[in-house]
């Protein structure tokens, strides 16, 4: 009869208690690390929303700051429309302008 060794049976048992902290600690680290990279995403997003509903509320205000100036204008306060001059003083008012595209 052979007698059998526990070495073979306490080899497995120190790997485990070697093993399976290590794999806690990666396991922790890739939740935690996902989460927190879902967490920068989201407030990644919301901070470019924000930046283009404050870029369009930029826009509305200003495209109306210009219409209302123009409104003022000589040539539509007059009591005869003259098409070609209103054309020309809209060209002139809006030329340069990155928000308003020419036709």
Same mark, same amino acid.
């Given at each position: 009869?052979?007698?059998?060794?526990?070495?073979?049976?306490?080899? +497995?048992?120190?790997?485990?208690?070697?093993?399976? @902290?290590? +794999?806690?600690?990666?396991?922790?680290?890739?939740?935690?690390?996902?989460?927190?990279? +879902?967490?920068?995403?989201?407030?990644?997003?919301?901070?470019?929303?924000?930046? +283009?509903?404050?870029?369009?509320?930029?826009?509305? $205000?200003?495209?109306?700051?210009?219409?209302?100036?123009?409104?003022?204008?000589?040539?539509?306060?007059?009591?005869?429309?003259?098409? /070609?001059?209103?054309?020309?003083?809209?060209?002139? /008012?809006?030329?340069? $302008?990155?928000?308003?595209?020419? @036709?």
């Amino acid at each position: 009869m052979k007698q059998k060794s526990i070495g073979k049976s306490i080899f +497995i048992l120190l790997l485990a208690i070697g093993i399976i @902290p290590i +794999i806690v600690t990666v396991v922790s680290s890739y939740f935690s690390t996902k989460n927190l990279l +879902i967490q920068r995403n989201d407030m990644s997003k919301e901070s470019a929303l924000n930046l +283009i509903i404050q870029e369009k509320q930029n826009i509305v $205000d200003d495209t109306e700051s210009r219409l209302e100036g123009l409104l003022s204008a000589e040539v539509f306060q007059r009591s005869t429309w003259d098409a /070609a001059a209103a054309k020309q003083t809209v060209d002139v /008012a809006f030329k340069g $302008d990155n928000n308003v595209s020419a @036709p």
